[in-house]
């Protein structure tokens, strides 16, 4: 069984073209500041990513949270969803465009609601999977972007030290 699931999670990461890790690297760097939505598992692998752009001193947020502030024009949406049809995360993708901010979705549909509105999509390409619900579209996104956040580091000449400077130190 461990085999089998570990062989899904590397096909599919393998899958992941060098264009969409390129896409995400322009994006952010255009943007002022970056807000993560996702639900459910989706969102809490949004959680880890807005944590690792403050690391990388990338003013992110996490949309929803009490202590976030207002999106604006300039800014950047990512909005991680495997479904692509959540009514709540496509509400937040509308409040954010009519704010003059870009939409960047990550999401494993080819002809979803959210592909359809975003500016961006990278298509995390599973097909099916042994696991339940989304599990793979989520343990898939979460490695594509710690792959990112390792890419964009040594792109940007940001050393473990510096990331760990920007670390919390309330824990």
Partial sequence: MEDKILKEITDAVKGIEEKEYKLL?????KAKRVFVAGKGRSGFVGRCFAIRLR?????GYVTEETICPPIKKGDLLVAISSSGNKKTILGL????????AKVLA????????LKEISDYTILIDVGKSIQFGGSLFEQVSLIFLDIFVEKFRKYKGISHRDMARRHTNLE
């Fill in 93 to 100: 993708i509308d409040k954010a465009k009519k704010s003059g």
């Fill in 25 to 29: 690297t322009s994006t952010i760097k």
């Fill in 55 to 59: 690391h990388l001193g990338i003013e």
């Fill in 106 to 113: 990550i999401t494993s549909e080819r002809n979803s609601p």
